[in-house]
């Protein structure tokens, strides 16, 4: 895969993040933290898990390549993965446009060679998997669509209309 795919990835997942938090941000904070049958168990926690998980991987990538568009101290927070970061819905508004940002300004400045280089991740369970950047960047997009999924099943629980039409 080419450069170009992963700048139409970075494109599309601000652009669908815009959307859903169009609706987002008009839900009270009874609907924001409403309690689903769920891991994720509200549009709270999912929100925040995309989060954390985007700039996880963020904060891993620049270890690999030299990002110039934001510097070491853009991501020198250490969020726990279950933990709150957002105190409210505009909280999260803010951080995630402002972090959509830097994924565009990341994306744009990576380049063909950059997707070819062996990242080394030792996940929970101590197993190590050795794969090329690209690979580790298109998980990171699909892992965000898969989770806006789950959002999107909640909005509908919930009774929002949240049909993000053609992109």
């Known amino acids: 895969m080419g450069k170009y795919i992963f700048e139409e990835f970075a494109d599309y997942n601000k652009r669908a993040n815009n959307k859903m938090n169009s609706i987002i941000k008009n839900l009270s904070e009874e609907e924001w933290d409403k309690t689903f049958s769920s891991?994720?168990?509200?549009?709270?926690?999912?929100?925040?898990?995309?989060?954390?998980?985007?700039?996880?991987?963020?904060?891993?990538f620049k270890i690999f390549t030299n990002p110039k568009g934001f510097s070491n101290i853009d991501l020198e927070k250490n969020y726990n993965?279950?933990?709150?970061?957002?105190?409210?819905?505009?909280?999260?508004?803010?951080?995630?446009?402002?972090?959509?940002e830097k994924i565009i300004v990341y994306v744009n400045e990576i380049t063909e060679d950059d997707l070819e280089i062996i990242m080394s991740l030792t996940d929970r369970e101590g197993n190590i998997h050795s794969k090329k950047l690209g690979i580790y960047f298109t998980h990171m997009f699909n892992h965000a669509t898969h989770n806006r999924g789950q959002i999107s099943v909640y909005l509908d629980i919930l009774g929002k209309e949240n049909d993000w039409g053609s992109f």
Not at 81 to 100: A, C, P, S, T
């Open 81 to 100: 993965w279950k933990g709150i970061v957002f105190q409210n819905i505009n909280d999260y508004i803010k951080m995630r446009e402002e972090l959509d």
């Open 39 to 60: 891991y994720w168990n509200s549009i709270h926690n999912l929100c925040t898990h995309i989060y954390n998980a985007d700039y996880g991987w963020l904060d891993r």
